[in-house]
């Protein structure tokens, strides 16, 4: 049972435009989110974070965003970059549970088109 | 470059066999996590050591074990392989193995079995 989800596999946006790629999770006690960035033959790069006390974080390009009562979030890269070309995953976990351990989605390959 | 070195890069290895799989956690880290990433999968957590200690488990099978040294490498250990390990195995270090820790990633070891 996929507990986070990123329903797209993929998704295309030209320079200068917004990106947006989505997030969805199941298990209510998840509380803290983060996105990581992957380029090929590299490991995952941590991007940007959320506690679930908030519904918006920001850095720089990268703002993500939480809808607690839709379990869905949302990371939105503007204005995008041929750089930015790379798979996004979305991960959660449940500290107020005590967790240590953080739920991967499948991932969101993201194509920028100069 | 994360900091974080995995050996080897490639393993190719027949059904039934053991491997071992190695990590350098970044300088001053002391936790290490172990990630499988299978095709068309996310990120699957294995195991999590913070300075020798198992801190968390994940989907980790009996077949497969891990330890971190005192000098805080860590070793993931593969038996009995069957077509299925294949997959990429990431390792990550943090320095404090807390969930709001950035987790830095390795570029990973890709493991075939044929």
């Known amino acids: 049972d996929q507990q986070v989800k990123q329903n797209s596999p993929s998704l295309s946006v030209q320079e200068g435009r917004i990106s947006i790629l989505n997030c969805d999770y199941t298990n209510s006690m998840f509380d803290y989110f983060l996105w990581y960035k992957k380029y090929p033959a590299e490991g995952p790069t941590f991007l940007i974070s959320i506690s679930s006390i908030k519904d918006k974080n920001e850095d720089g390009r990268f703002t993500v965003f939480l809808n607690k009562s839709a379990k869905h979030l949302s990371l939105h890269i503007v204005p995008s970059q041929p750089g930015d070309s790379a798979v996004y995953f979305c991960a959660a976990s449940a500290i107020g549970a005590g967790s240590y351990q953080l739920t991967f989605g499948k991932g969101t390959k993201l194509s920028v088109i100069p | 470059d994360s900091g974080v070195t995995q050996t080897p890069k490639h393993l190719i290895t027949a059904t039934g066999q053991r491997v071992t799989l190695r990590c350098s956690p970044r300088s001053g880290d002391l936790s290490v996590y172990w990630y499988q990433q299978s095709l068309d999968q996310g990120l699957q957590f294995l195991i999590q050591?913070?300075?020798?200690?198992?801190?968390a488990k994940g989907n980790i099978l009996e077949r497969f074990s891990a330890q971190q040294f005192p000098d805080l490498h860590s070793e993931l250990n593969l038996s009995s392989l069957e077509l299925g390990d294949s997959a990429l195995y990431f390792c990550?270090?943090?320095?404090?193995?807390?969930?709001?820790?950035?987790?830095?990633f390795g570029p990973g070891t890709r493991l075939t079995v044929l």
């Open positions: 050591y913070y300075n020798g200690e198992e801190r």
């Open positions: 990550a270090s943090s320095a404090t193995g807390t969930i709001t820790d950035t987790q830095y």
